[in-house]
């Protein structure tokens, strides 16, 4: 049977403690109580209701909450208003609001939230990060997703932008709880490079894959990429390439962080595939028979080369360094590049070599030659060969890449030289014992030995096919 009395109704708070009225018993923090009507009480909370009339509880407990927010509950209870709410104990008592099942009083919440809270004095870092925390852990741990979309929707960064609060509110990214990547997430909407650039940040001070933390895998796997690659692409380039290069010089890394990855750039991959099946990005690949063995580099009629390369050679796997067959002592290795988009395309060969020139070398030593567009309108690839070069791009170049969109290269390892052919123009015969940089006089020698194998790798294997046996 339905209450007759409608709430939010004033009982009058004069009643609160009353020792005639008051059968029900609040036990606070500090010992101290609060009594209360539980006919009052029930019609406001169902909750309540069922821990009196069914459970006949005399007594509840609410040190979970301040004495302060205890207080303001209790009299909204009673007079149907909030008078006593205000931002110290506003959290505690929409808290009480949602545990109680109180609606009209969640609704209130919302409502202070939206024109007390969100309503900032000086609009200084601190108060916007108080009121972002508020949505935040309502977020998380009631499950009330409103606060956040009140925060997006009303807050606006005129003195404090968006990119310097997410950096702030970011601060310390190894120790800041989840909850607080999501809410980022959210305040960031489409602007996501500001999170890769926060990301980018952090990783630039722990590079190796063995130090990735809980909280950047779960960026990873939280981040929209579609949006994120649709509204910023060069920004999110940069992040994959960034997290692919961590991943390709790192051996040590744990399973967890490989598997998380490589899903990052998987996912790329697909959006860029589904792009491509829309006819967004990519161009269609036709099936073309009957075509002559040799293939023209030139701009004309890129569909039937690249249809003719695909119906030959092979895709190498995302992000996996493949042992290519070895033949001793001279080694190229074959690969195409095929149409565009080129730029930021990194491809790497990894040589193994013996740590001594023993007959039986107890250990192994590794060196990488790697190559990467910077510009898809000059053609412009730089490179560095690990051991002979410093480990950074844009500072060595291959000389006169052609500008064909279909690709063929060479890389041909002797005791002497590193010779990179693209479709038959040489545009790297590196000697190693003259070219080297300074300060790799000795490191550079390790590319004079006999290699064991060589593997291949890329980030990006659409529109990469491999030769699967070196030549």
């Known amino acids: 049977m339905k209450p007759r009395i409608r709430v939010p109704a004033n009982f009058g708070k004069e009643h609160i403690n009353s020792p005639v009225h008051g059968n029900i018993k609040l036990k606070l923090k500090d010992g101290q109580e609060i009594k209360v ?40 209870m009673y007079t149907g208003d909030v008078e006593k709410l205000e931002k110290l104990n506003f959290e505690d008592v929409n808290k009480m609001a949602h545990v109680f099942k109180v609606g009209w009083l969640s609704k209130k919440c919302v409502l202070f939230y939206k024109t007390d809270i969100l309503k900032f004095e000086n609009n200084s870092y601190r108060e916007i990060e108080f009121a972002c925390e508020i949505a935040s852990r309502a977020h998380f741990h009631l499950k009330q997703k409103q606060f956040v979309s009140l925060f ?57 894959c063995a130090k990735f933390d809980e909280n950047v895998l779960y960026l990873l796997q939280k981040l929209d990429i579609g949006k994120f690659r649709q509204t910023y692409p060069s920004q999110f380039m940069e992040l994959v390439n960034f997290l692919s290069e961590i991943l390709e010089e790192s051996e040590s890394a744990c399973d967890e962080v490989k598997s998380t990855i490589t899903s990052f750039i998987k996912r790329r991959r ?12 990519e161009m269609e690949l036709e099936d073309i028979e009957g075509l002559e063995d040799s293939v023209d580099f030139g701009y004309k009629n890129v569909q039937s080369q690249t249809a003719y390369v695909k119906s030959v050679w092979r895709q190498p796997p995302i992000c996996q360094w493949e042992v290519i067959q070895p033949s001793p002592p001279i080694q190229s290795v074959q690969f195409f590049t095929l149409g565009e988009p080129e730029l930021q395309k990194r491809i790497g060969l990894f040589f193994k070599f013996p740590a001594d020139e ?16 910077e510009n898809n309108d000059s053609s412009a690839w730089s490179y560095y060969i690990n051991g002979c070069t410093k480990a950074v791009f844009n500072s060595e170049f291959l000389y006169n890449v052609p500008r064909d969109k279909v ?29 080297h940089s300074t300060g790799f006089e000795n490191s550079c020698q390790m590319w004079m030995r006999n290699h064991s194998f060589v593997s291949f790798s890329t980030p990006f294997p659409e529109n990469i096919l491999l030769l699967s046996q070196v030549t």
């Open 152 to 208: 997006v929707k009303h807050v606006t960064f005129d003195l404090v932008s968006k990119n310097t609060f997410l950096q702030r509110y970011l601060a310390g990214f190894a120790k800041v709880p989840r909850r607080r990547i999501d809410t980022s997430l959210a305040v960031a909407s489409k602007d996501l490079n500001i999170i890769g650039n926060c990301l980018t940040a952090y990783l630039s001070s722990n590079f190796e």
């Open 358 to 373: 023993s007959p039986a070398p107890m250990k192994t030593l590794d060196r990488r030659f790697i190559m990467k567009c």
């Open 407 to 435: 690709k063929h290269w060479t890389v041909t390892k002797t005791f002497t030289h590193l010779n990179v052919t693209c479709n038959d123009v040489t545009v790297l015969n590196f000697n190693f014992a003259t070219d």
């Open 270 to 281: 697909t959006i860029a595939e589904k792009d491509t099946r829309n006819g967004t990005s």
């Open 37 to 76: 009507n539980s006919i009052i009480m029930s019609l406001n909370s169902p909750v309540i209701d069922n821990l009196t009339s069914n459970l006949t509880q005399s007594t509840l407990e609410m040190d979970d909450f301040t004495n302060s927010a205890v207080d303001c509950f209790v009299e909204s």
